[in-house]
């Protein structure tokens, strides 16, 4: 898989080119801020980048913006940002529209390299993979909505879990239930949430991701 990496800390962009390289990933490009990654894109149409939310020159949102921009211009290309701290506007930013191939990783996430890798490969197979603490934040910013707060805590749980992109086997596994469980509680959700149905694993997250978007 051909990856991209936006980072202007040359130590965590070198770090990161290292782990990936033995990981298999073949890193095409690291580049240091949101223009080199547009125009790294643009040379190589790769299959997944790793960007960082706020890059030079004013450290503030080139990094997102760049994200954006290539899920505008170039949707087959996954997408993981990376951030120091949850900011919600732009985890939302990133939820509108076609959510497959999107992430949105805590950097203090990729210290644990099992639980950034599997994000990755989760984005570049075409899924989606949210920081917990990300999930659990947005869902603090729909707790007012009545379908929301219909949810039991298990269902919230279950819920939260979607979000980040895991599978029902995963979920279970997560929560210590049977995956007959979890499914019955995913049934559920849909229905309270009155959201449609879907037999794509992507979709069915991006339905619940737009919903605590919104």
């Known amino acids: 898989m051909r990856v991209i990496l936006a980072e202007d800390s040359a130590l965590l962009r070198d770090g990161l080119r ?11 490009a690291a580049v240091g801020d949101g223009a080199q990654l547009l125009d790294a894109v643009a040379a190589s149409e790769p299959d997944l980048v790793v960007v960082d939310v706020r890059m030079p020159p004013t450290h503030t949102d080139e990094g997102i913006r760049a994200a954006l921009e290539i899920r505008r211009r170039w949707p087959a290309v996954g997408v993981l940002v990376l951030s120091q701290y949850v900011e919600q506007r732009y985890a939302v930013d990133l939820l509108m ?20 890798l599997e994000a990755l490969a989760r984005v570049g197979a075409g899924g989606t993979a949210f920081d917990p603490e990300v999930v659990r934040q947005l869902l603090r910013r729909t707790t007012h909505t009545d379908p929301l707060s219909r949810l039991t805590p298990r269902e ?29 509680h995913v049934k559920a959700i849909f229905d309270k949430l009155d959201l449609a149905h879907s037999d794509g694993y992507s979709r069915r997250v991006l339905a619940v991701l737009r919903y605590l978007g919104s």
């Open 18 to 28: 290292r782990m990936l390289t033995d990981e298999g990933y073949l890193v095409v």
């Open 97 to 116: 529209g076609d959510n497959a191939r999107v992430g949105y990783l805590l950097k203090d996430r990729v210290a644990d390299v099992g639980e950034f």
């Open 156 to 184: 919230q749980d279950v819920l939260a879990e979607m979000a980040q992109g895991h599978n029902n086997t995963s979920i279970a596994a997560r929560l210590h239930v049977s995956q007959s469980a979890v499914e019955k």
